[in-house]
């Protein structure tokens, strides 16, 4: 019996994977996410356009399918450049919050909402009707969380039960029209710390309203990454993607040529 318990412990050990995610309530997470993306729109224009987002994560109890936690945006900058303008807005700068686009990012500054975080995938909802649309962007699925207010997905990861270094295994879902097919492979398991490669396709088409004009929006990308993962807990401590995306805007029966390289750099402490 011994000899049974100390092997079951070895194997344990050297798989150092749960089937779903492993939680502490409680437990306060700060992420990062920054996205540094070039985009060129044929003849409108090129534009360079970087994002920070701070959010601070709470970690609540749990039941049998999710996570309950609540997050607050903290911090958000924007910097662009083109069309013949730079311009930057921080909202821990006071004269960029005197400002009509400060006052519009200070509507979600601060602001504690109710999410949930799937055991079995990591894929966080939040809780609340008017959160859905940033949460259900398609675009997220590419661009790392930074085109909306939903970053906090990128924070998990869960690797399904007994992978080690060299397996593989794939996830897809479908939001409005646009598919995102994920393939992950572990490249290395050091001192509890997972090393994963994660390659992504996206492709489809959507419609969004941007201000009060209805846009439909075709893609067609890939995004290339690596993650670095607890193994104990599922906690995404840093990823690094590069994402190539190439499509089109169709507005007021106009179509703009769309192609976007980004890199996109998510931390967690």
Same mark, same amino acid.
């Given at each position: 019996?011994?000899? @049974?318990? @100390?092997?079951?412990?070895?194997?344990?050990?050297?798989?150092?994977?749960?089937?779903? @995610?492993? @939680?502490?309530?409680?437990?306060?997470?700060?992420?990062?996410? !920054?996205?540094?993306?070039? #985009?060129?729109?044929?003849?409108?224009?090129?534009?360079?356009?970087?994002?920070?987002?701070?959010?601070? !994560?709470?970690?609540?109890?749990?039941?049998?399918?999710?996570?309950?936690?609540?997050?607050?945006?903290?911090?958000?900058?924007?910097?662009?450049?083109?069309?013949?303008?730079?311009?930057?807005?921080?909202? /821990?700068?006071?004269?960029?919050?005197?400002?009509?686009?400060?006052?519009?990012?200070?509507?979600?500054?601060?602001?504690?909402?109710? !999410?949930?975080?799937?055991?079995?995938?990591?894929?966080?909802?939040?809780?609340?009707?008017?959160?859905?649309?940033?949460?259900?962007?398609?675009?997220?699925?590419?661009?790392?969380?930074? &085109?909306?207010?939903?970053?906090?997905?990128?924070?998990?990861?869960?690797?399904?039960?007994?992978?080690?270094?060299?397996?593989?295994?794939?996830?897809?879902? &479908?939001?409005?029209?646009?598919? &995102?097919?994920?393939?992950?492979? !572990?490249?290395?398991?050091?001192?509890?710390?997972?090393?994963?490669?994660?390659?992504?396709?996206?492709?489809?088409?959507?419609?969004?309203?941007?201000?009060?004009?209805?846009?439909? #929006?075709?893609? /067609?990308?890939?995004?290339?990454?690596?993650?670095?993962?607890?193994?104990?807990?599922?906690?995404?401590?840093?990823?690094?993607?590069?994402? /190539?995306?190439?499509?089109?805007?169709?507005?007021?029966?106009?179509?703009?040529?769309?192609?976007?390289?980004?890199?996109?750099?998510? &931390?967690?402490?």
């Amino acid at each position: 019996m011994k000899k @049974l318990i @100390l092997l079951t412990l070895c194997y344990a050990s050297l798989q150092g994977f749960a089937q779903s @995610l492993k @939680l502490d309530a409680g437990k306060k997470l700060g992420l990062t996410t !920054i996205n540094e993306m070039d #985009m060129d729109m044929g003849m409108a224009g090129k534009m360079k356009i970087t994002t920070q987002a701070n959010n601070t !994560i709470v970690l609540g109890t749990a039941d049998a399918d999710a996570y309950k936690a609540t997050s607050k945006l903290t911090r958000m900058k924007i910097t662009q450049e083109g069309m013949g303008k730079s311009e930057t807005k921080d909202t /821990d700068v006071a004269a960029d919050m005197d400002t009509d686009e400060g006052k519009e990012l200070a509507k979600d500054l601060n602001v504690e909402k109710e !999410i949930t975080i799937n055991k079995n995938t990591g894929t966080v909802k939040a809780t609340k009707p008017e959160d859905k649309d940033d949460n259900d962007n398609p675009m997220a699925g590419l661009m790392g969380g930074a &085109t909306s207010k939903m970053t906090e997905g990128f924070a998990f990861m869960a690797i399904p039960v007994g992978k080690k270094a060299g397996d593989k295994w794939a996830d897809s879902t &479908t939001e409005a029209g646009v598919k &995102t097919t994920k393939n992950y492979q !572990i490249k290395s398991i050091e001192n509890g710390i997972a090393s994963v490669n994660v390659a992504t396709t996206i492709k489809g088409t959507f419609s969004q309203e941007t201000q009060g004009m209805q846009m439909e #929006m075709t893609l /067609d990308g890939t995004g290339n990454g690596v993650y670095t993962v607890e193994a104990a807990t599922g906690i995404v401590k840093k990823s690094i993607t590069n994402n /190539d995306i190439n499509g089109s805007m169709d507005m007021m029966g106009q179509s703009i040529p769309l192609t976007i390289k980004a890199v996109v750099t998510t &931390t967690v402490d």
